[in-house]
């Protein structure tokens, strides 16, 4: 037989079609030929092959005179032996099986790489002879001894992580090695790898290492991955100046040396791997510079050491005490006996309304202040949705829980605060109604989370509190918060002395103010100290850093917010309680009229600041503007969506469901905030569910909330069904970035005819999905129930689901280009409909061989609250292809910058391609500023002066024809 006749017989023995490929990838059903016709690569991935199978597969591969190269991952193979045949093999990939033994690979002389990830090894002896080895990879097995590697000298990549190894000398003699990774097993001593000179990638993450001075002399490293471990030492990486990558997250490390800032890669706060051009130390207890100052980046960082060197240090003693639980759970007493022990204690009948924020001063010293902030929140459910807006890291959080119920609600609180507060300590307090102590047996799932940073109390996991029995266990709790205060990363940590009394000023002015104008902040510290406030980044640094420990609010990337520095956390808090508690706008389900803001705002304090209130409200999704009125919706204030209501499955032309393992109250609450422009009216959006519409008509959508259930799911019809549910997806991924350890499980109803008022469809996993596809493109799925088989990638773009695998392909075979949106926020929307439109487009420009790219300011999510991300807006303004510009009745700050970088580069390289879109609408005089007009008429004045004309638009239909003509004209003239 010739070797095509023998893949036949493969195809036959395993009942599958493999397809003819230049190069054999690990997740092919393929083979390879040579220029003679011969086989020299065969891929045989998930094609459930046992031990019968794979004898009879030998036999036929022996016959192949030229096969070379081998894979046969994701099978069910646990014996291996009579692969000793296939002597002429040099690459072998054996990942995702049930094998064990190994010793028939011993004949394989000719291997230089071998792929064993996956499997169940613990003896790696035999491969000693394997002489020719140059990549060896061994990852997820169960493997403790590799003395017998030290003879593979001709190793240049070794993968041992995952496993159980505790003793590395046998890799002192490896000096070809450049790629090593230990990561995943219980390595403490690393001191043989410091003559592994040709090293370039070093990954020792999550082992037990605490001395890293071995690393001085790997000169050659580029890529360094040390997190998980306990290292608190990093003065040996100074040296390793080839580094473009270095994650050092989760040590002990305590201190930064000013070196750090000269490396050339940034400083980014973030739990990502893919670190290309960074360095992280996310999660360690950093005081110098402090972690809030570090969340700002490598300049911010460097400006804290000039700081520091012209000013010194001095220390802020103040931390954040959050009492949370459920109502009448005793945290007001518990505030007040903080405070005083021989207070009054609140009547059973009396209840917090909103928050009640108060200073204990709880270290008698006379030099400085120690200071807890003690936050006592209303624990009514109707306050849940404001929660995650004020509970924050680098707190010390307090769950009290009564006797008087059985039902505590720790899994809504515990997760809760994991999510917002992070490893913030919780300490857990049971409060003895009439003297009654009771077992508690519903925390044992959170005390075994290690996620849950539960403060471990004796023998109970939690105090127990009667003050009214001669304030019993209140110096016991006392003294755990004073401890966990203590030991709070930011609390006592060094800043510069000029900071200290801008600090003090805030504080005296709190006594009689609010809120300030951030013209005042600006104002403050240059009369208190006018030389280290010369320059407007120093003051930034100074407000975002007060902002960031809870001493301030300043929603510093917020343009309408921005110039508001609020004194009392608890002013803006309790003009949000106010509307939510109120019982006209619960009798009006959930509508807020501008005589309700009137009323319920008439207090002196919210005097003139009516509209930055709302500003808050919608930022934060609580509320939103409705169309056409001054009214606004608090969707959680609402009915439940009658039965009535409900769309049937059958009238849906597309389905999604969300699943989580933890689901936050209220996303759907928050989504209806985010997508409200296409509420069309009142009757469209309840408690629990909204429907959704666009104005053309063309698709509607109806997403509802099942909290018990912990479920979001997603029905759509229309023509456009499958754009509006990548808003909707778009928006839900925003929403659920905003927490910790909130990971949906995307999953695809069946739409056949068998499962479509099934009430148990079959379902198919968004994960499982697009695994099938990046194995094979061409990948399809069968419904059980009907037999019916759809093709992967034609469900997941009729959803409206990324296909990652494929935009891969796109981006490689066609020409991205770049789009920036720039636009102030008051068009925010017409923003994010652009960028919808230019998605919807790809379809149809992937054939022309364009790839639009458009650059959101969603990318930057990650660390959008924790430093001043405009300097990276406008590099990538900078470098896109093509720039648009949307303006309406004024002009941001931010979006000038962007323009001017964008402009700048176009002077010199005559790219970007600008495009400035002024909106023709009605301005509504109530919003108009002065300012605004300036910033409006100026920016105007200055395209003129530049000779550059605005073209306008009346709405989002308009601009978007315009925009799509001028491509393509571009693409026409060969422009593009």
Known sequence: MNDLEIIKQIEEILDVKLEKKIEIGW???????????????????????????????????????????????????NDIFSLKELKNLINLDLTKNQISDISSLKELKSLTKLILLFNQINDISW????????????????????????ELKNLTNLDLSENQINDISSLNGLKSLTYLNLSGNKITD???LKDLKSLTQLNLSDN?????????????????????????????????????????????????????????????????????????????????????????????????????????????????????????????????????????????????????IEDWNFKN??????????????????????????????????????????????????????????????????????????????????????????????????????????????EAIKETIIEQILKLPHYGKGVPKSWIPVREKLAELAVNSDCITYEKFVEICRELRPEQFEKPVDIEDCARFFHSIGVILWYYNTEELRNTLVLKPEWALNAVY??????????????????????????????????????????FRIAFHKKHNDEYIIAARLLSMPDEKKWKNNEADLRLEYNYEFMPRGLVNQLSAELSRYISNDNEVWNNAVNFKFESKTAQSQVEEDFYNRK??????????????????????NITEGYKGVFPQIVVPCNCEKCVNNKNPQTYSYDMLIQKISNNEKAKVMCNASDKIFLVEELLFNLGLHNPAKEKREMEHNKPRRIFIASSSELKDDRKDFELAIHRKNDIWIK?????????????????????????????????????????????????????????????????????????????????????SISFFAFKKKLRDLGHYQTEYTNTESLILHFFNQLEKLLDAGKL
């Open 208 to 356: 037990l290492i605490d001395d890293i001075s071995w690393l001085k002399d790997l000169k050659s490293l580029t890529y360094l991955n040390l997190p998980v471990n306990q290292i608190n030492d990093i003065t040996s990486l100074k040296e390793l100046k080839s580094l473009k990558e270095l994650n050092l997250r989760n040590n002990p490390i305590e201190q930064l040396p000013e070196w750090i800032t000269e490396f050339k890669m940034n400083i980014r706060w973030t739990n990502t791997y893919q670190l290309t051009g960074l360095i992280t130390f996310f999660n360690n207890p950093l005081k110098s510079p402090p972690v809030e100052i570090v969340k700002q980046g490598k300049e911010a960082i460097k400006r804290h050491f000039e700081k520091i060197k012209k000013e010194g240090l001095d220390y802020i003693y103040e931390a954040k005490l959050t009492l949370v639980g459920e109502g009448a759970s005793g945290k007001t007493s518990l505030q007040l006996r903080l405070m005083n022990p021989k207070s009054l204690l609140p009547k059973e009948d009396e209840r917090t309304r909103g928050i009640n």
């Open 848 to 932: 022309k061989g364009i790839y639009l790219q458009p650059v959101m300011w969603e990318n930057f999510i990650d660390t959008m609250s924790q430093t001043r991300l405009q300097d990276e807006y406008n590099i990538a303004a900078k470098e896109s292809d093509i720039f648009v510009m949307l303006f309406f009745s004024k002009v941001g700050i931010f979006t000038a910058e962007e323009f001017e970088s964008a402009f700048g580069k176009f002077k010199e390289t005559g790219k970007p391609l600008i495009y400035t879109y002024f909106k023709n609408d009605e301005i509504k005089s109530g919003n108009l500023k002065e300012d605004d």
């Open 365 to 474: 010293e006379t030099s400085k202040k120690h200071i807890a902030h003690i936050w006592d929140f209303g624990g009514q459910d109707v306050y849940y949705p404001v929660h995650r807006f004020f509970l924050t890291e680098n707190s010390v959080f307090v769950l009290l829980a009564s006797t008087r119920i059985t039902q505590h609600n720790f899994d809504y609180w515990i997760p809760t605060i994991f999510q917002f507060g992070g490893k913030s300590p919780i300490i857990l307090g049971q409060t003895c109604h009439k003297g009654n102590k009771v077992s508690w047996n519903d925390i044992g799932s959170f005390l075994s989370n290690t996620d849950f940073n539960i403060v471990r109390i004796n023998q109970i996991p939690y105090h127990q509190l009667n003050l009214l029995n001669n304030n019993e266990g209140l």
């Open 127 to 150: 491969l000693k002879g394997l002489k020719g080895l140059t990549y060896l990879y061994l990852s997820e097995n169960q493997i403790n001894d590799i003395s017998s590697l030290k």
């Open 578 to 619: 106010k509307l939510i508690d109120d019982a006209e706008v619960q009798t009006h389900q959930g509508i807020i009229t501008a005589n309700d803001f009137k009323r319920l705002w008439s207090d002196g304090c919210f005097t003139d600041k009516h509209q930055i209130l709302k500003k808050m409200l919608e930022e």
């Open 190 to 192: 690393i001191s043989w």
């Open 712 to 733: 979001i799911s997603i029905k759509a019809k229309g023509t456009d069904a499958r754009a509006l549910n990548m808003l909707i997806m778009d928006s839900l991924k």
């Open 27 to 77: 997740v092919s059903k393929a083979y390879s030929l040579n220029q003679s016709g011969q086989v020299t690569g065969v891929g045989l991935n998930d094609c459930k092959i046992d031990n019968k199978k794979l004898k009879q597969l030998i036999t036929s591969l022996k016959e192949f005179k030229s096969l070379i190269k081998l894979s046969l991952t994701d099978n069910k193979i």
